[in-house]
């Protein structure tokens, strides 16, 4: 299936709407959705909207708050999304830590009692388009056994680095600390995979699989072993232990419909300025980059490629083309927009002009 952004994100507004988020906050939502699967990142896109209204209808999240803050102190910030939409609560702390940063020249805003917020590119690039440079981490629901382990502990754990400025084009770190994030292996399994790549999951017995039957009811694979539950740990410290928030086995999930998320998120934003003039920062990134890229590519490799690369050249690529989405989730988006009372748009099927 087929379909462009444009028509992809009204239809999403429209469906949250019908659920009862107001226009405003489900226009931030559609978009934060939408973004993800124009830069190729269909695990944070439209795929996770039907878990978003069923939250909405079991009344896990509160559609009216946008949080408050805790405290703040010079650069510092402690905000309560009060069990809030993500996307509104991240939306809000990249205000504030935008603020505080051009104040300050560094600032932190950690977040407890949220919800989930899509895929962190998102807002490291709002924080990063202010001329700020943008690290973004939260923790999620515990699908991840620590290293040596084979009980879940910690969720995916994203942490995601951008730049401002022209060096956002040219890098942009999002990276789960697992091998790949929970919703690659979801898509998989929309999409009637029998298998996945090695080293992305294990099953419930805490070992290697490639059945994506298995990894849907097992655990994503940490990052580097050892080193990739050290820093699912990290984040976990900076996002909900310096919070006062939900840790660990405490956090829920949106596939989880009985209770609230309780998400912590941390937002991290440092002025280039204080350092040096933003344009000699620019030049030295393209720079960097352009060293890293000059490497001979190794045998069965076009090209040396860098953090961001891919995400960059499948927006524009799917912003001329569509966005494919799988029969699976296209279905499922359906069956969800009937019971909300909204038509969906046309598609194209893959393959098929016109």
């Given at each position: ?89 991240a939306d809000v702390c990249c205000d504030h830590a935008i603020r505080l ?58 942490i995601c680095v951008a730049l401002p400025g022209a060096a956002e084009d ?101 002025d280039v300025t204080r350092f040096l003039p933003l344009q000699e920062f ?73």
């Amino acid at each position: 299936m087929i379909i462009h952004a444009g028509p992809l994100e009204e239809f999403t507004r429209r469906m949250l709407e019908g659920a009862g988020v107001a226009d405003a906050k489900s226009r931030l939502v559609a978009r934060s959705l939408v973004e993800a699967n124009l830069r190729g990142v269909d695990s944070h896109g439209v795929q996770l909207l039907n878990f978003y209204i069923e939250h909405v209808r079991m009344r896990c999240v509160d559609l009216e708050t946008e949080g408050h803050v805790v405290s703040e102190s010079g650069g510092s910030m402690v905000y309560s999304g009060d069990n809030g939409i993500g996307q509104v609560i991240a939306d809000v702390c990249c205000d504030h830590a935008i603020r505080l940063g051009s104040e300050h020249g560094l600032s932190l805003v950690t977040v407890r009692e949220s919800n989930h917020f899509g895929a962190a590119a998102f807002w490291a690039q709002k924080i990063a388009r202010a001329d700020l440079i943008a690290i973004v981490m939260c923790n999620a629901t515990p699908l991840v056994a620590p290293w040596q382990g084979r009980e879940p502990r910690f969720g995916t754990n994203p942490i995601c680095v951008a730049l401002p400025g022209a060096a956002e084009d040219s890098w942009l770190l999002d990276m789960a600390t697992t091998t790949v994030a929970m919703g690659r292996i979801f898509k998989a399994n929309f999409a009637g995979d029998a298998t996945i790549p090695h080293g992305w999951a294990m099953n419930s017995e805490g070992l290697p699989t490639t059945s994506t039957a298995e990894a849907v009811q097992g655990m994503p694979m940490p990052l580097g072993g050892y080193k990739g539950s050290g820093l699912a740990f990290l984040v976990e410290i900076l996002s909900a232990v310096l919070s006062g928030g939900a840790m660990s086995t405490e956090v829920g999930g949106v596939r989880i419909r009985t209770r609230p998320m309780r998400v912590g998120q941390s937002f991290l934003a440092i002025d280039v300025t204080r350092f040096l003039p933003l344009q000699e920062f620019q030049a030295r990134m393209n720079r960097l980059v352009s060293l890293v890229k000059s490497a001979p590519p190794a045998p069965g490799y076009g090209e040396v490629l860098v953090a961001g690369e891919p995400e960059t050249r499948s927006a524009r690529a799917r912003s001329l083309d569509g966005i494919p989405l799988s029969r699976g989730v296209w279905e499922e988006l359906v069956k969800t927009a009937s019971t909300v009372g909204v038509e969906p748009p046309p598609v194209q099927l893959a393959g098929v002009s016109g």
